[in-house]
Structure formats: structure tokens, C-alpha cells
T-cell receptor, first 114, second 113 residues
Framework: GAGVSQSPRYKVAKRGQDVALRCDPI?????LFWYQQALGQGPEFLTY????????KSGLPSDRFFAERPEGSVSTLKIQRTQQEDSAVYLC????????????FGQGTRLTVV | GESVGLHLPTLSVQEGDNSIINCAYS??????FIWYKQESGKGPQFIID?????DKRQGQRVTVLLNKTVKHLSLQIAATQPGDSAVYFC????????????FGGGTRVLVKP
């Protein structure tokens, strides 16, 4: 596609429920990033993939967060046993280079945990 | 800790005037910077980037200036239009810290007709 696509756009989860958020990066982009954005704040880094390799997961807030990119294209961010503090917009970005040069973002998935 | 921050949280600009959005960074090792525009309900949109070996870069109606001496970055928007109303973020990358971008808190630009 022309840009980074994320689904679903909105997700409401009951506390304790598991969720899976999907990211389709721009075709051919080797780098893929996940960010978390709280209301009124800048995005915070979660994790980074280069092709299928997860090279940096230093930003994942707890072991309830897990990301994968098994074939080096589509990525899934999974959150287990969701908590209210997980409510945020989850952004995916991709880049044709490493280091996030000219990283392009998707629309994000707004997760609300009730 | 090291961070990227902004001086002004909100900037009100008359349509047609030029806008200047400022950003301070604290890590002298930062060597790549990006400006993003984010409209309500949308993801950040790439505007322009600059590497630390440059001090100025121009795009369409936008100019980014980098002053490494005082660790300051600015985005200038010429002839601001209503469509420029958004939150603007600067982000930095430090090669030694890997591939992540570190974002500042954002500046909201409101364009008055």
C-alpha cells in the first residue's frame, strides 16, 4: 500500500483481556518501530525490528507486552492481561533505512482499557 | 536523563505570517533530527529531517535550522496556512543508542484566519 496501515483503528478491551494490534509497513521497508503515545504527549519508543529480527525491545514497559514480525513484513504487538494504564495510542512506523531515517507512521490504534 | 524538549507549548499565528517552532535537545551525541506534524486523530506526518553535519535544510515552505553550539533546533513555516494547525514534534536519534527516535513533548500551532 501507499502508507503504513494499522488495524484496528480503535480497540476497547476489558481489563485482563489480551489484545493484538497489527501493523502493515510500507512495502520493502526493512525497519519497523512501535511507539506508545499517551494523550497530550510525544510518542515513546517501545521496540524496533530490522526485517524479522527484534533488535531493540528496551521500551516495552512490562513482560505483558510482546511484539513479533515473523516474515519481516507485517508486525503484531500483543498485550496480555491489559491494564488501565495500557490505554494509549499505539503507533507503528517503518523506514527503508536503519536508524529510523525518514520513518513514516501509521494512523495508530487507540486502545482503551475499561 | 537526556531528552528532547520544546520551549513553547502553544503557538498562535496569524494566517499568512511565518511560524517558528523551537526545540532544545540535551544530548550532544544526537546526530539526526526529524520534525513531525500530527493532526488530531492521525499519526505523526514526516515534515523534514536534518543530519548534524548540516545547519540548515529547506523543504516546501519549511526550513529546519540546527545550532549544535547551543543544542537548538527550529522549524520555520513560511506563510502559515489553516492546514498547518497541528501539534509539531521534534525527534532525535543517537547512533550509539540504536535506532529509536526520542520525541519531545510537542508544540501546538493554532492558525488564526
Amino acid at each position: 500500500g501507499a502508507g503504513v496501515s494499522q488495524s484496528p483503528r480503535y480497540k476497547v478491551a476489558k481489563r485482563g483481556q489480551d489484545v493484538a494490534l497489527r501493523c502493515d509497513p510500507i512495502s520493502g521497508h526493512v525497519s519497523l518501530f512501535w511507539y506508545q503515545q499517551a494523550l497530550g504527549q510525544g510518542p515513546e519508543f517501545l521496540t524496533y525490528f530490522q526485517n524479522e529480527a527484534q533488535l531493540d525491545k528496551s521500551g516495552l514497559p512490562s513482560d505483558r507486552f510482546f511484539a513479533e514480525r515473523p516474515e519481516g513484513s507485517v508486525s503484531t504487538l500483543k498485550i496480555q492481561r491489559t491494564q488501565q494504564e495500557d490505554s494509549a495510542v499505539y503507533l507503528c512506523a517503518s523506514s527503508s533505512r536503519d536508524r529510523g531515517f525518514k520513518a513514516f507512521f501509521g494512523q495508530g490504534t487507540r486502545l482503551t482499557v475499561v | 536523563g537526556e531528552s528532547v524538549g520544546l520551549h513553547l507549548p502553544t503557538l498562535s499565528v496569524q494566517e499568512g505570517d511565518n511560524s517558528i517552532i523551537n526545540c532544545a535537545y540535551s544530548n550532544s551525541a544526537s546526530d539526526y533530527f526529524i520534525w513531525y506534524k500530527q493532526e488530531s486523530g492521525k499519526g505523526p506526518q514526516f515534515i523534514i529531517d536534518i543530519r548534524s553535519n548540516m545547519d540548515k535544510r529547506q523543504g516546501q515552505r519549511v526550513t529546519v535550522l540546527l545550532n549544535k553550539t547551543v543544542k537548538h533546533l527550529s522549524l520555520q513555516i513560511a506563510a502559515t496556512q489553516p492546514g498547518d494547525s497541528a501539534v509539531y514534534f521534534c525527534a532525535e536519534n543517537i547512533k550509539a543508542a540504536g535506532n529509536k527516535l526520542t520525541f519531545g513533548g510537542g508544540t501546538r500551532v493554532l492558525v488564526k484566519p
